[in-house]
DNA sequence: GCCGCCATGTTAGCGCTCCTTACATGAGCT
DNA sequence: AGCTCATGTAAGGAGCGCTAACATGGCGGC
């Protein structure tokens, strides 16, 4: 078969070129089509253009590619989360709706990530890896709840692990409910961006984070 | 065989008994035992007691059966929404606190229900049925919004379909994240539920809802 | 009270997937 | 060059979704 030689770009390839990389994109690929339980290892496996048993030379079995992904998946939303808080710049608050964005933005041009991380029933305790980059992301949410807290006199300062969940929460309840693509779900009256982005604001107001700290404006 | 008789209780049953509700109940211990995905057509019909073939005469097919669990949990759902809220006795704040717990037990109690009806990516459209009960679920919520809101002075009332699906967000988002009694996910400095009640009030406090309207619960 | 119909159940079987075991091959070290 | 081991293949067992063809028995029509 030709397959097998036309990847010469891969230099480090044993027989077929990286595997391991390439069953992975497959899954992702079949994961955004299909759904987490659409994927299926065999067909990996084809679309790799391996026979059925190769994988098993890379993973255990069905569930630890999947948790491979996952642990990807959640190294690339903490690159999104961080890059879209940028540190807190200009100022928390402009920076924390960036970043509500971001998180959307994420479950919805990455869904076959987000379903791997949050929708396949993976636990957290697969792996090693895919623990130790799940916490990393949502480092990044305690910070940027931290940075908003900064702002607040010392008396009114709520715990800012409590707060960075109810942030996760509502970000994960608006994208698992409403932020998908496909017509399969309610319609909305509003985007699911707009949704989350008015969901915080009310919630920021809430702890006295706002344009206007504790007198909304009556007129 | 004897079961096939154990069941005189039931004047209506053919051959087994009413077969569709015991596929229904055998599905609901398979879904809450191993995920919705675990969950297996012919594991179901031994349950019941009856060979791989059988459910096909009630069900077109997996996904049917799949669809017709979720449908009824819509329906438990709302009973249990509706109780709790119990017409928004005696205050509509005290009614809404809970509302939330009673979401969260929901989830809680009834895992193969709420896996059903949010993540085993049933489509609403799989059933005409599917999406009245669902509808009429989140217009339990949307009543309590309202409830709510009629508090407020006119200027100052948000949309109470927005109201309602913030609410419903977070609690998903609770819920889903860390709602789960198996230990597969994060661990709490606090329980869901109290979770969930905090960030309500703050949600609702963000509002001008709340017991003081401008001064955050610090106590 | 008997009979035929049809809903409900059965057995048999196809194609698929997950995963295991045994075998083949070729890359890289010595 | 030759050895070795990682990486691949081939073959097969067990289980599942689903279909087709066949069996059974409850119920309505006569």
Redesign the pocket.
């Known amino acids: 078969m030709s397959w097998k030689r036309d990847r010469p770009e891969h230099p480090?390839?044993?027989?077929?070129?990286n595997?391991?990389e390439e069953l992975v994109r497959a899954a992702l690929g079949l994961i955004g089509e299909k759904g987490p339980n659409g994927?299926?290892?065999?067909?990996a496996?084809?679309l790799a253009?391996?026979?059925?048993?190769?994988p098993?030379?890379?993973f255990?079995?069905?569930?630890e590619l999947l948790a491979d992904v996952a642990a990807r998946g959640f190294q690339a939303f903490e690159a999104t989360l961080v890059r879209a808080w940028d540190q807190g710049r200009p100022d928390p608050e402009t920076a924390f709706h960036r970043l509500g964005r971001a998180y959307l933005a994420f479950a919805h041009d990455e869904p076959a990530y987000y379903s791997a991380m949050f929708e396949a029933g993976v636990s957290l305790d697969a792996s090693p890896e895919l623990r130790a980059s799940a916490d990393r992301a949502f480092a990044g949410l305690r910070q940027a709840a931290e940075a908003l807290i900064a702002g607040l006199p010392q008396n009114k300062r709520p715990p800012a692990l409590m707060m960075a969940l109810h942030i996760w929460a509502m970000s994960h309840g608006i994208a698992a409910l409403f932020g998908r693509a496909d017509g399969g779900r309610r319609p909305l009256p509003m985007s699911a961006a707009e949704l989350l982005e008015a969901g915080m604001l009310i919630y920021l107001q809430g702890l006295g984070i706002g344009p206007e700290t504790a007198s909304p404006p009556a007129g």
Do not use: C, I, N
């Open positions: 480090r390839g044993y027989h077929h070129g595997l391991k994927f299926t290892f065999a067909e496996a084809r253009g391996v026979s059925p048993a190769a098993y030379r890379h255990r079995d069905r569930d």
